[in-house]
């Protein structure tokens, strides 16, 4: 049974960083796929990033490319998202999820395994 621990959140001002951190366990560590996804109030929950531990392939949802970097730890089973030049819309709860043998691929229906949710606050 996977587990997934999803902690970092907080609050910040627009221009800020964050980091959040997803440890895994009760699985092979390069045969998942991990992923962060993020719901705020009223919308539904969309695709952040994902990597492929095994390969090191990434995928980047377009409204995060070039301020947001996903990147793994193999010896600590755990999976990093930094997120840089943060704005009002990045608000949101963000959930870590897994999937195991699949490739970098940010549909939520995919993933089998959630987080329990880190609540990320922007303000302007």
């Known amino acids: 049974q996977v587990q997934l621990v999803d902690s970092g959140g907080g609050s910040v001002q627009a221009g800020g960083s964050l980091r959040l951190s997803c440890a895994v366990s009760g699985f092979t560590f390069n045969y998942l796929t991990i992923a962060w996804f993020r719901q705020a109030p009223g919308k539904e929950r969309e695709g952040v990033s994902c990597?492929?531990?095994?390969?090191?392939?990434?995928r980047y949802g377009d409204s995060v490319k070039g301020r947001f970097t996903i990147s793994k730890d193999n010896v600590k089973n755990m999976v990093v998202l930094q997120m840089n030049e943060l704005k009002p819309e990045d608000t949101a709860v963000y959930y870590c999820?897994?999937?195991?043998?699949?490739?970098?691929?940010?549909?939520?229906?995919?993933?089998?395994?959630w987080g329990q949710g880190t609540q990320v606050t922007v303000s302007s």
């Open positions: 990597i492929s531990p095994g390969s090191g392939r990434t």
């Open positions: 999820a897994a999937a195991p043998g699949m490739g970098v691929d940010l549909i939520r229906t995919k993933y089998n395994y």
